[in-house]
């Protein structure tokens, strides 16, 4: 399995602009997490899904924020209008029912101008 | 819900020394424990946990120490390499109540040789 994927790898854009954010979660895993880290903030927990309903988005930090999960193979993390303060790098991570390991994917490095 | 608190945020140490990074949680339901390493510009990977019912798991150069009654847990790196130096996050879930990982605020180690 080639892992989680993540698309794009870098993203520049700015103040805004939508930007979008894709994920392929590992075949098989039910469960698929979205983080944002900063220097400042660390590592945080944005929304996760289970076969493919959201269920905790209380860390989306606003309504500029949204994520969907069409099928258990894609999801997508949308921010419109971008701000300079969402530039970070964003994760995302897939995770099976009865497997303790969460694996990550390689992150989006966004920058907002 | 569940609060990972991390200590220390850096660690120095010289080459050959132990690093031990100390976490304490606030759930006691929490029921398992990993370890993630993130080098530079890389994503978190596991590299040991640990479940409730354990008190001690070693691997190679690394262990991890759970105290349910205290509700804390440690990771110690015996016998440190530069190839050491990474941030490594404390983590806890309760899976019995969903799948959300809660994070510490993360340790920067650095290994000099």
């Known amino acids: 399995d080639a892992g989680v994927i993540q698309s794009p790898r870098h993203e520049v854009t700015e103040m805004g602009q939508e930007v979008t954010l894709r994920c392929k979660p590992i075949?098989?895993?039910?469960?698929l997490f979205w983080y944002r880290q900063t220097m400042m903030r660390g590592l945080e927990l944005l929304i996760y899904f289970n076969n493919n309903v959201p269920i905790d988005d209380s860390g989306m930090p606003e309504d500029r924020f949204s994520a969907k999960m069409p099928n258990a193979s894609f999801s997508t993390l949308k921010i419109q209008p971008s701000e300079p303060r969402d530039s970070a790098v964003y994760f995302c991570?897939?995770?099976?029912?009865?497997?303790?390991?969460?694996?990550f994917g390689p992150g989006t490095r966004l920058t907002v101008t | 819900g569940e609060n990972v608190e991390q200590h220390p945020s850096t660690l120095s140490v010289q080459e050959g020394d132990s690093a031990v990074i100390k976490c304490t949680y606030s759930?006691?339901?929490?029921?398992?424990f990993p370890w993630y390493k993130q080098e530079l510009g890389k994503r978190p990977q596991l590299i040991i946990d640990i479940r409730s019912n354990v008190g001690e798991k070693k691997d190679q150069r690394i262990a991890v120490t759970l105290n349910k009654t205290a509700k804390h847990f440690s990771l110690h790196i015996t016998e440190t390499q530069p190839e050491d130096s990474a941030v490594y996050f404390c983590?806890?879930?309760?899976?019995?109540?969903?799948?959300?990982?809660?994070f510490g605020q993360g340790t920067e180690l650095s290994v000099k040789p």
């Open positions: 991570a897939s995770r099976a029912t009865g497997f303790n390991e969460q694996y």
């Open positions: 759930d006691s339901a929490s029921n398992y």
């Open positions: 075949s098989g895993h039910d469960y």
């Open positions: 983590a806890a879930i309760n899976y019995n109540q969903g799948g959300k990982l809660i």
